[in-house]
């Protein structure tokens, strides 16, 4: 069973040399960070075959509070987590940016923080890191490393269609010079750090 966020083509490669070895493999990206990971409360992608699912449905079941099946072709599972970190990354880029200009702006972060999140505005991803930035805890729940490599292969896919993805795009380079500033084995949170820096806003440090 494998959990890891790779490029789609790389578990395709890894179930096919498995095969080949009369062994099945489950492409089984997971999602949720280390809490839920101890609460088996993930949310898992997987695909592979009836074999491959019947024979890891006891640690499915240990694991994830929810496993979505995305069909018999390994590969499959890591397509639909590369668009779901997509997604996480472009979120915390677009809430660090906000929350960064709410300092310029001189709104109390505290008070930002609670209505964006009874607001249009509210995200899972905004209500699960932007406490933790607010109270100076970057320990890294997922590093900002993680969502750089994540959200690159997003582009990566794209690029490899011809097609222009201007929203990872844009997230790859808020991640990657994150990284560059020095947070990458911090939280990925720490995108604020890096706009507190860019901008010369006091946010939490």
Not at 61 to 68: I, N, P, R
Not at 128 to 146: I, K, N, S
Request: charged content about 20%; some cysteine; glycine content about 6%.
């Amino acid at each position: 069973m494998m959990c890891s966020t790779i490029a789609p083509r790389d578990a395709e490669n890894f179930a096919a040399a498995l095969h080949a070895r009369e062994v099945e493999m489950l492409d089984a990206p997971i999602s949720g960070g280390p809490a839920r990971a101890h609460a088996g409360t993930l949310s898992m992608m997987a695909s592979g075959s009836e074999a491959a699912f019947a024979l890891c449905r006891p640690a499915i079941d240990a694991m994830a509070a929810k496993c979505f099946p995305m069909g018999s072709k390994p590969g499959d599972g890591s397509r639909m987590k590369v668009v779901n970190n997509m997604m996480a990354a472009s979120n915390i880029a677009a809430a660090c940016e906000a929350m960064a200009m709410a300092s310029k702006l001189g709104i109390d972060l505290e008070r930002a923080m609670t209505v964006v999140n009874a607001s249009s505005g509210a995200s899972w991803m905004f209500a699960d890191r932007m406490p933790r930035a607010l109270a100076r805890d970057y320990a890294p729940t997922a590093a900002a490393r993680v969502l750089l490599k994540d959200v690159g292969l997003f582009v990566e896919i794209a690029r490899s269609f011809g097609l222009s993805a201007p929203m990872a795009e844009q997230a790859l380079a808020i991640f990657r010079d994150t990284c560059d500033r020095g947070f990458s084995e911090e939280d990925d949170a720490a995108v604020l750090k890096r706009y507190a820096d860019a901008w010369k806003v006091e946010v939490p440090r």
